[in-house]
Structures are given as structure tokens and as C-alpha cells.
């Protein structure tokens, strides 16, 4: 019988972090041993699997049209998801992306500090501020009276001293916004790096002109704090109701010198009163009438900036996911520095290369398919 020559053949293929040899003895042995790779035709279903997960080569404006509002809607949901449903399942790892509590956080970082900052003051100069505030606004008239002007003078001091953390509050916000607007369209445009520029500055543009409506919304909402005193919520009397029931008590230590110099009164805890002997009863009790009902409206004013916050936020990201993204990306895209749709039709290099870097791998494998095939059958040819 006549040997068949003894040769080794092999087949070589490599992508990615994948490199293999196949080595098959025609003799028969060593063949496809325990230190060689998985069977050519899985390499060749994994390589087919991965070529079919890229985008599709477009050819026509109508395909790219197509994949390009598949996009859109495709980022659209991933905003509905992460900022209006509170789903984070594609970014499981990513804290920063799972919207709904960040921005809860930021809300209540905001509820904290505003809280913080107009806590009132009480000590050697309580009630010195509503003095002088009748004083100026002292008329010709009958006396008694509560002069609204007062009220408002006192009412404006305090909004202002808080004016500034509503404005730090929505550039906050906005920022934030901007990132995870930036990391939802780069995530679904991870195939069209053509496309990416485009999309960052719709994404910019869009912010900016949310974040200034914001802010002009924020800053009539202290405007209409700061010039109006106004509530319809019945926690304004019953928390003045509280306070002003701690008058006469207060009014004795004023008038009568002997007694302590200091009160303890519901939501102040304690208060001096020595210095108040300086001035006439009838101004000081003016004077604590207003400051009750101001600590009763004050906590009626910072609810109200806390809650019209929220309402806004939510208006805005609603606004934001269905209509205003939408409209940003197209006026983008159109635009003449954007390039239009017809830049979906020009593949990028690397996508490019990817296609065919995986296309020679196929071809290289179908091929040594083929070498094996021959070689097998000539195995079994020998054996016979």
C-alpha cells in the first residue's frame, strides 16, 4: 500500500483578542488535540453573528432617514426610561445615570440648604428689625394699625438673602442634564461616529435654552415672593394662632423689669427681651405681632419655592423627552454645518475596517474549512 505523504497544514485566524492555530497531521495524529481551539464552524457562526450586528451598509437616502429616526426614537426612550421612569437597566453600573435619584437628591440638597440659609436669627436683636421697619413706615393715621409696607420691607430683606439658591439650583440641574443628555445619544451612536458632533451640540444648544427659560422662570418666582404676601394655606393661621397666643406672657417681661429677661417661645426657643425695655410697649407688641406672622408665612413662602422647584423640573424634563429633543436634533442635523442625513451614507473608517477585517476572517475560515474537509477525507481514504 502506498503511504500517503505525511505534512502538516495550518490554519491561521485571528480578530480582536482572538488568535488560533489549527494544526491537523495527515497521518492522523495530533488531530484537533486538546491544544487546539474551538471547531472552525463556531469561530465561523461567532464572526457571521458579529458582522450581522453592525449597522447596515445605507445606499440611499430613504435607509439612512430610516435608521436615522430610529435613532431618535431610540434615544427618546432611553430618556423616558432613565429620567421619567426611573429604569436603568442599560446603565446597571453607571450611578450617575440612574436619573430619578439624582435628582431627587439634588432636590432635597436644595429643600436643605434654602431651609438653611433662611434660618431666623433670635437673640440680643429680636424684634429690633420689625421696630425699625415701623418706625419707617410710621403714617398719619390711626394707630394699631399693621402697616403692610412694614410686613413687605422685612418680607424682601429675607427673600433676598435666598434669591441666589433657586438660580444655583436649575444651572445645577441643567449641567447635569447636559451629561446625561451627552452619554444617552454618544450610547446610541456608538455605530455612527459621523453623527456624534452633531448630536453633542444639539444636545449643548438644547440645554442652554432650557437652562435660561429656567432661569427666568426661577427668578419670577422670587420676583412674585419678594413683592406679594399671599397664601391660601390655613398653616399660616394656625402657626400664627401658636405664636400669638405667647403675647401677653412676652408683653409682662417687656413691661415689668423685674421679671426674667428671657422667654421660651413654640418654634423660637429662647429669645431675650431686656433689650426691648428701651422702647415703647405699644411699638413692641407691633413689633412681635409682625414677626409671628412672619415666621408663620416664611415657612408658607419656602415650602411654596421648594414646591414650585419640583413642579418645574418635572415640566421641564417632560417637555424635554416628548417634543423639545426631537426638534433640536432635526434643526441640527439640517442645518448647513450639519451635513444633513446624507452623512449616515458615508460609513466611518473604522466601522469600515471592522466590516472588513471580519469579512476576511469569514472568507479565511470557510476556506480552511474547505482544507479540512480534504484533509479528512483523505484520512478516511487511507483508513480504507
Known amino acids: 500500500m502506498a503511504l500517503i505523504e505525511t505534512k502538516t497544514i495550518t490554519c491561521s485566524s485571528s480578530y480582536g483578542d482572538d488568535d488560533y492555530s489549527s494544526v491537523f497531521d495527515e497521518g492522523g495524529s495530533g488531530i484537533l488535540d486538546h491544544h487546539h481551539p474551538p471547531l472552525v464552524s463556531t469561530y465561523n457562526d461567532r464572526y457571521v453573528g458579529q458582522l450581522n450586528k453592525l449597522p447596515r451598509k445605507m445606499t440611499s437616502v430613504a435607509e439612512a432617514m430610516t435608521a436615522f429616526m430610529r435613532i431618535v426614537s431610540s434615544v427618546k426612550e432611553s430618556l423616558k426610561k432613565v429620567l421619567m421612569r426611573g429604569e436603568f437597566d442599560e446603565y446597571?453600573?453607571?450611578?450617575?445615570m440612574h436619573c430619578t435619584a439624582r435628582l431627587s437628591e439634588m432636590l432635597s440638597d436644595y429643600?436643605?440648604?434654602?431651609?438653611t440659609t433662611a434660618d431666623i436669627k433670635y437673640g440680643e436683636h429680636f424684634l429690633i428689625e420689625e421696630i425699625k421697619g415701623l418706625e419707617e413706615a410710621k403714617g398719619i393715621g390711626l394707630p394699631n394699625f399693621l402697616p403692610r409696607p412694614a410686613f413687605l420691607a422685612v418680607l424682601n430683606k429675607k427673600v433676598n438673602e435666598i434669591s441666589s439658591l433657586p438660580?444655583?439650583?436649575?444651572?445645577?440641574?441643567?449641567r447635569y442634564m447636559e451629561q446625561v443628555l451627552i452619554n444617552v445619544m454618544i450610547f446610541h451612536l456608538e455605530n455612527y461616529p459621523m453623527l456624534q458632533s452633531s448630536m453633542r451640540r444639539a444636545a449643548h444648544n438644547l440645554i442652554v435654552k432650557m437652562k435660561d427659560a429656567s432661569v427666568n422662570?426661577?427668578?419670577?418666582?422670587?420676583?412674585?415672593?419678594r413683592l406679594t404676601d399671599y397664601t391660601c394655606d390655613p398653616q399660616y393661621i394656625e402657626i400664627w394662632n401658636k405664636l400669638i397666643a405667647h403675647e401677653n406672657s412676652f408683653m409682662e417681661l417687656v413691661i415689668d423689669h423685674s421679671k426674667p429677661v428671657k422667654i421660651k417661645i413654640e418654634w423660637l426657643n429662647e429669645v431675650?427681651?431686656?433689650h426691648l425695655r428701651l422702647y415703647g410697649a405699644d411699638v413692641v407688641r407691633q413689633a412681635f405681632d409682625m414677626k409671628m406672622r412672619m415666621?408663620?408665612?416664611?415657612?408658607?413662602?419656602?415650602k411654596r419655592m421648594v414646591d414650585c422647584m419640583a413642579l418645574h423640573v418635572l415640566y421641564s424634563i417632560h417637555n424635554l423627552v416628548n417634543r423639545d429633543i426631537e426638534t433640536e436634533i432635526v434643526s441640527e442635523l439640517m442645518a448647513p454645518h450639519g451635513g444633513g442625513i446624507e452623512r449616515m451614507l458615508e460609513e466611518s473608517p473604522a466601522l469600515a475596517g471592522k466590516r472588513e477585517k471580519l469579512n476576511r476572517s469569514i472568507k479565511l475560515l470557510r476556506?480552511?474549512?474547505?482544507?479540512?474537509?480534504?484533509v479528512m477525507d483523505q484520512i478516511a481514504a487511507y483508513g480504507d
Request: hydrophobic share 50%; proline share 0%; charged share 30%.
Open 92 to 96: 446597571q453600573d453607571v450611578k450617575s
Open 295 to 302: 415666621i408663620a408665612y416664611w415657612k408658607i413662602v419656602l
Open 272 to 274: 431675650e427681651v431686656g
Open 367 to 374: 476556506e480552511s474549512k474547505e482544507v479540512v474537509g480534504n
Open 111 to 115: 429643600c436643605a440648604i434654602l431651609h
Open 167 to 174: 438660580i444655583e439650583f436649575v444651572e445645577k440641574l441643567w
Open 217 to 225: 422662570r426661577v427668578m419670577e418666582l422670587v420676583e412674585m415672593e
